[in-house]
């Protein structure tokens, strides 16, 4: 008895799960877009599952006839595609199936497929399998007459018949020569055919008529010299080629016909030496090839045939030593890489020879002490890195050598007191950093030596008494800030020391009264404001 009710119970669940999912079922919703705002023209129409194309979708012409016409399936192709000329004839017409391919479902060509030229006689015919040519394939001149016959298996095409421009059968049962045309009628290529392949001659043409290519084929792959020519005529390559697999030498040249590019291949990797040239014949850079990887020595030239830089490959990384050069021919940098990232001792030298700076890096990060120097030999920077970020003690000096800055780093912030200088030696401001911003009480001066003025700092924000002076010493101004904003009371003097201001001040805005004196100590006015404005 209960395993009946149980039973009843299961089977009452699965209908109500059912209902719920029909009722839950989502239906396409309709689509369409247009060529014009005003949606005279329409573009395309159909139906959208989820955001993806499903079922019958139709695209037009601006003139309102069809496109296309497709059949999708949670947005991929699937079934019958037909497309249109504008002028109504048919163009193509296809099949399209789902198939899992690595576990993913993909939409490929599959079963006849047709095309028609624009005069509406058919243009070729054949099957596809799985997205690939299948089976017999006959193409047609656009006259109707036929102009080849191919055998493609899995892809692979094996001419059986063809026929040239003249309408004379150049291809019989899969030997003779095969043509093939440009859609505006020029000769795009002929290949020997032996046994339904190719093999021996081949020649293609750019469709100005002249030769674009020339070789041998050995059952279809390129094997031996192949020479290529630029659309006018001119030389562009000539490559050798085994087995359809590029081995052997390589040279390319420049429409005037200077050198570009020499090397070799083997087993279609780049090997052994490659040179590259300039349009005006000078040597651009030089270096070998493993494995179609550059490695040991490689060299840069500029365009005067100085060497712009010389150093070391492994399998596409710099390693070992470099040397760079300026256009004249004198150094300018030198230093070791490794895994193609700066590593070691550097260098860097101004034209003349003298020492720009230099210190070491470790995986490509300035690491340790470095210094750099003014062109007449003066110190400029001192200072360490640690892993690419400033730390530890730095200096900086004028030309003349006079002190520019000093003070700590602490992983590239500024950290405890700081003095910076100007070029005659007088100290411009002194004061302590926290964590990389103004901290504590500042101090700055004018060149003659003279205070300017003082101030503090929280967090790099003017948060305390400030008080300024004139060049020649007595006070100027003195005021309070709170975080940048001056607040409470600001005093200002003249140059004699009488008092000629007292003003009031709230959030960086004047605030209170306002009273300004004469050079007498007598009031001249006084004002009222309220958060910045005056208000008496």
Same mark, same amino acid.
């Given at each position: 008895?209960?395993?009946?009710?149980?039973?009843?119970?299961?089977?009452?669940?699965?209908? &109500?799960?059912?209902?719920?999912?029909?009722?839950?079922?989502?239906?396409?919703?309709?689509?369409?877009?247009?060529?014009?705002?005003?949606?005279?023209?329409?573009?395309?129409?159909?139906?959208?599952?989820?955001?993806?194309?499903?079922?019958?979708?139709?695209?037009?012409?601006?003139?309102?006839?069809?496109?296309?016409?497709?059949?999708?399936?949670?947005?991929?192709?699937?079934?019958?595609?037909?497309?249109?000329? /504008?002028?109504?004839?048919?163009?193509?017409?296809?099949?399209?199936?789902?198939?899992?391919?690595?576990?993913? &479902?993909?939409?490929?060509?599959?079963? *006849?497929?047709?095309?028609?030229?624009?005069?509406?006689?058919?243009?070729?015919?054949?099957?596809?399998?799985?997205?690939?040519?299948?089976?017999?394939?006959?193409?047609?001149?656009?006259?109707?007459?036929? !102009?080849?016959?191919?055998?493609?298996?899995?892809?692979?095409?094996?001419?059986? %018949?063809?026929?040239?421009? /003249?309408? %004379?059968?150049?291809?019989?049962?899969?030997?003779?020569?095969?043509?093939?045309?440009?859609?505006?009628?020029?000769?795009?290529?002929?290949?020997?055919?032996?046994?339904?392949?190719?093999?021996?001659?081949?020649?293609?043409?750019?469709?100005?008529?002249?030769?674009?290519?020339?070789?041998?084929? &050995?059952?279809?792959?390129?094997?031996?010299?192949?020479?290529?020519?630029?659309?006018?005529?001119?030389?562009?390559?000539?490559?050798?080629?085994?087995?359809?697999?590029?081995?052997?030498?390589?040279? *390319? !040249?420049?429409?005037?016909?200077?050198?570009?590019?020499?090397?070799?291949?083997?087993?279609?990797?780049?090997?052994?030496?490659?040179?590259?040239?300039?349009? /005006?014949?000078?040597? /651009?850079?030089?270096?070998?090839?493993?494995?179609?990887?550059?490695?040991?020595?490689?060299?840069?030239?500029?365009?005067?045939?100085?060497?712009?830089?010389?150093?070391?490959?492994?399998?596409?990384?710099?390693?070992?030593?470099?040397?760079?050069?300026?256009?004249?021919?004198?150094?300018?940098?030198?230093?070791?890489?490794?895994?193609?990232?700066?590593?070691?001792?550097?260098?860097?030298?101004?034209?003349?020879?003298?020492?720009?700076?230099?210190?070491?890096?470790?995986?490509?990060?300035?690491? =340790?002490?470095?210094?750099?120097?003014?062109?007449?030999?003066?110190?400029?920077?001192?200072?360490?890195?640690?892993?690419?970020?400033?730390?530890?003690?730095?200096?900086?000096?004028?030309?003349?050598?006079?002190?520019?800055?000093?003070?700590?780093?602490?992983?590239?912030?500024?950290?405890?007191?700081?003095?910076?200088?100007?070029?005659?030696?007088?100290?411009?401001?002194?004061?302590?950093?926290?964590?990389?911003?103004?901290?504590?009480? !500042?101090?700055?001066?004018?060149?003659?030596?003279?205070?300017?003025?003082?101030?503090?700092?929280?967090?790099?924000?003017?948060?305390?008494?400030?008080?300024?002076?004139?060049?020649? =010493?007595?006070?100027?101004?003195?005021?309070?800030?709170?975080?940048?904003?001056?607040?409470?009371?600001?005093?200002? !003097?003249?140059? *004699?020391?009488?008092?000629?201001?007292?003003?009031?001040?709230?959030?960086?805005?004047?605030?209170?009264?306002?009273?300004?004196?004469?050079?007498?100590?007598?009031?001249?006015?006084?004002?009222?404001?309220?958060?910045?404005?005056?208000?008496?």
């Amino acid at each position: 008895m209960k395993k009946s009710i149980f039973l009843l119970f299961v089977m009452m669940s699965l209908q &109500l799960v059912a209902q719920e999912a029909k009722q839950a079922a989502i239906e396409p919703e309709y689509f369409e877009t247009f060529y014009d705002d005003e949606h005279k023209h329409r573009f395309s129409q159909g139906y959208l599952l989820q955001g993806k194309k499903h079922g019958e979708w139709i695209y037009y012409f601006e003139n309102g006839k069809k496109q296309e016409e497709s059949h999708f399936n949670n947005g991929l192709l699937s079934g019958n595609v037909i497309y249109w000329y /504008e002028s109504g004839q048919r163009k193509a017409e296809g099949f399209f199936k789902l198939f899992y391919q690595m576990s993913r &479902l993909e939409s490929l060509r599959d079963s *006849t497929y047709k095309e028609w030229f624009p005069n509406g006689n058919l243009s070729q015919k054949g099957e596809y399998y799985y997205g690939v040519k299948n089976g017999i394939w006959t193409s047609y001149f656009p006259e109707g007459d036929k !102009w080849r016959v191919v055998q493609y298996n899995n892809g692979k095409d094996h001419p059986a %018949e063809g026929w040239n421009k /003249e309408r %004379e059968q150049t291809l019989i049962a899969g030997q003779g020569i095969i043509y093939d045309y440009y859609d505006n009628g020029p000769l795009k290529s002929k290949m020997a055919v032996t046994d339904s392949l190719y093999n021996g001659m081949a020649e293609y043409y750019h469709n100005n008529g002249n030769l674009e290519s020339e070789g041998s084929l &050995l059952d279809g792959e390129k094997n031996g010299l192949w020479k290529y020519y630029f659309e006018g005529g001119e030389k562009w390559k000539h490559i050798e080629y085994l087995n359809g697999k590029l081995d052997g030498v390589i040279k *390319t !040249w420049y429409a005037n016909g200077e050198l570009n590019v020499e090397g070799k291949y083997k087993n279609n990797y780049k090997e052994g030496e490659w040179v590259w040239y300039t349009k /005006e014949g000078t040597v /651009e850079m030089k270096g070998s090839f493993k494995e179609s990887k550059q490695h040991d020595t490689w060299t840069y030239y500029f365009d005067n045939g100085q060497v712009e830089s010389i150093g070391e490959f492994a399998m596409d990384q710099r390693e070992g030593e470099w040397k760079m050069f300026y256009k004249i021919g004198a150094k300018w940098k030198n230093g070791t890489y490794h895994n193609d990232k700066k590593d070691g001792h550097w260098q860097t030298f101004f034209e003349d020879g003298q020492l720009l700076q230099e210190g070491d890096f470790s995986a490509g990060k300035e690491n =340790g002490l470095w210094s750099a120097w003014y062109q007449n030999g003066q110190l400029k920077d001192e200072g360490t890195y640690d892993k690419g970020i400033m730390n530890g003690s730095w200096k900086g000096y004028f030309d003349n050598g006079k002190l520019n800055y000093q003070g700590e780093q602490n992983q590239g912030k500024k950290a405890g007191t700081w003095q910076y200088g100007y070029i005659n030696g007088e100290t411009r401001e002194t004061g302590s950093y926290k964590n990389g911003l103004k901290d504590g009480s !500042w101090e700055y001066y004018f060149d003659s030596g003279n205070l300017d003025y003082t101030t503090s700092y929280t967090n790099g924000s003017k948060d305390g008494k400030s008080v300024y002076y004139y060049p020649h =010493g007595s006070k100027m101004r003195e005021e309070t800030y709170a975080m940048d904003r001056i607040s409470g009371k600001s005093k200002m !003097w003249n140059k *004699t020391g009488a008092l000629i201001s007292v003003r009031n001040y709230k959030n960086g805005v004047p605030d209170g009264k306002a009273i300004n004196y004469d050079d007498k100590g007598n009031v001249l006015n006084v004002m009222t404001y309220k958060n910045g404005i005056r208000v008496d």
